[in-house]
Structures are given as C-alpha cells and as structure tokens.
C-alpha cells in the first residue's frame, strides 16, 4: 500500500509555492454562525488567482519537475479547475499545456483555460473519458502528466489549505471541506489532523454521481456513472487503481455528508445574498450542508469554499430563481 502524504509533505510544499498562490481569507460569517450554534467561518477559496483552490496542487506538482520534464509540455484530464490552474501555472513557468474535458464541462470553464493558451481537447461525456484521451495522448506526444488528485504533490499542495486554517483558527473542531476524487478532503484532513488531532474533518459532496462516497460505502474504489450537477467540478471518478486519496479519505475522514440539487442551489444562493460572495455548486456544498441542518459542532466550523468559477448567466439564473422558489 502507498505511504499517505504526510504533515511534513504538506508544511515543505508550503514553502515552495508561497510565492506562487495567495492565502485566501478566513472570514466569519454571522449568518451561518446563527444558523450552526457556533462560530462558523469561510475559507474564501473562491479569491484564488484562478478561482480555485486547484492552483495550489498544481503549482506544487509541477514546481517539483525538472526543466527538462517541463519542457516536454504539460497535459491533464479535468472537469474545469484543474485544467484552468495547470495552465495557469504552465504559462507562468513557460511550459506548453494541454488539456483534456468531457462535453460536460461548463463553457466559462473551457473558455478561461483556453484564454490561458493551453490547448483543449475535448473527448466523451465524462472525466474517465477525458482522463483515457489524455493517457493517449502521453503516449502519442510524451508529454508530461499532471494528476488531477491522486499524487502525492497534488495532495500536498491541496493540504497547504489546511495549514493555513490551522494556523488562522487553531481551536477549529470541525471542517466541512467539498469532496471529489478526495485530492483536497485527503490533503487538508492530513493538515489538519496534523496539527490538531481532535478536529473532525467531513467530507461533503452532491448525491448525484457521487465517485468517492461510493467507493468509502463499498469499501474499494468504485466506478459511477457520471451525470449532470450544480457540483460540476465534484464529477469523475476516483479510479479503481486509485494509490492515495481513497486510503486517505477512508482513514481521515470523519463523515461524509451528500446533498440534493436544491440544497446546493440553496448554497449558491445564500453565498451570493448574504456573504456577498459569488461560489460555485461545488464550493457551495459546505454552506449547503449548514443550511440542511446535516452537520453538528461544539465548536469553531471552518467551510471550505474550494472555488467561485461559475458561468455568470448560469449564476444569475440560480440565485434568482431560488429567490422566486423556481430553483431547479
């Protein structure tokens, strides 16, 4: 079995991409903390220079390759927030990027990569689809590839969050943190629990096509059908070869909480009319699992909001049609 990401892992990739990523905010929030019945916080993911908290994992991985590995390009699979931070980061660095996204990945999405100059490939309904076309296309161009989650690079980066918190807010007793192919559930829950051991690290996803949760209920890495969400960036597949962040999750994890489509809409609403802040479906889970009333603490709650990269017309849509009860 593959040795978990370890605290110290997480605290040397801090230092390496602290010039690279910003320290996004922790902001009280007097509305939820009414709600919640204690001090509720946000960790303001969403203010990152690409909107996500994507650019920290992939910073870190490719910081850590050679010029020469670099210089062969760059390629990955994505559902949209990878692929915005691995171009990002490879134009930063004067690398070549390429892309790979299935037709379910929002157009905002794709168009902000492409702005980046990194070319897009666009292959089948799903993330497992995008992920076997970029397979290919490392074979065919001997490119290098930058794992959406499961590496321990990535893994760490994605923890450098949780350093932050922990050192923000060190009394923290609970994080709800958004749960995908567990990259970030798996590096933060190490952060965290790294430094205070009694905090409980829950994971929380949509109930639609849900990769992770599935496979910690099965016990082993399990496929589902990929289908579409307000949580776009929570689709895809965890793996059924998965070498980390099933481990990870399965052994840091404290619960995991799945949500409804309207309970989601409910977070993107509530982000947008009382914190001010603009935040997709899937960094809206945590708020979404607050207002559901699904989650209990006796003390100081941290809600990663891991990304704000939502079509504007779609955004507006949402916020106002919950408003009038026509949220869908």
Do not use: W
Request: proline share 3%; charged share 20%; glycine share 12%.
């Amino acid at each position: 079995m593959t040795r978990p990401v370890t605290l110290h892992e997480i605290e040397v990739a801090q230092k390496q991409i602290s010039a690279h990523v910003l320290r996004t905010p922790l902001r009280a929030s007097l509305a939820l903390s009414e709600r919640a019945g204690v001090a509720v916080y946000l960790k303001l993911e969403n203010h990152q220079r690409t909107g996500s908290f994507k650019l920290r994992g992939a910073t870190n991985a490719i910081l850590r390759l050679d010029q020469g590995r670099r210089s062969r390009g760059l390629i990955t699979a994505s559902t949209g927030n990878h692929g915005r931070a691995v171009a990002y980061a490879a134009k930063a660095l004067g690398a070549r990027a390429m892309i790979c996204m299935s037709t379910l990945v929002p157009a905002n999405k794709v168009e902000a990569i492409r702005h980046l100059g990194a070319e897009i490939h666009t292959a089948g309904r799903s993330q497992d689809d995008a992920m076997l076309e970029a397979e290919h296309l490392v074979r065919q161009k001997g490119m290098y590839f930058v794992p959406p989650f499961d590496d321990a690079a990535v893994i760490a980066g994605q923890g450098t969050l949780g350093l932050e918190i922990a050192s923000d807010l060190p009394k923290t007793a609970v994080v709800l943190v958004p749960l995908s192919g567990g990259g970030l559930a798996s590096g933060v829950a190490a952060a965290i629990k790294g430094r205070r051991s009694s905090a409980r690290i829950v994971g929380v996803s949509m109930e639609r096509g849900a990769a992770m949760a599935a496979s910690l209920a099965a016990g082993v890495p399990t496929n589902v059908q990929e289908v579409e969400t307000l949580a776009d960036s929570l689709g895809g597949g965890i793996g059924l070869d998965n070498r980390l962040t099933f481990q990870m999750c399965r052994d840091l994890l404290d619960d995991v909480i799945l949500l409804g489509e309207e309970e989601i809409a409910a977070g993107i609403h509530h982000a947008a009319r009382i914190e001010g802040e603009t935040v997709e479906g899937a960094g809206a889970v945590g708020i979404a699992a607050l207002l559901a009333r699904k989650v209990k603490a006796d003390g100081p709650l941290v809600v990663v909001v891991s990304g704000g990269n939502i079509d504007p017309v779609a955004h507006r849509a949402i916020v106002d049609g919950y408003q009038s009860g026509e949220a869908r």
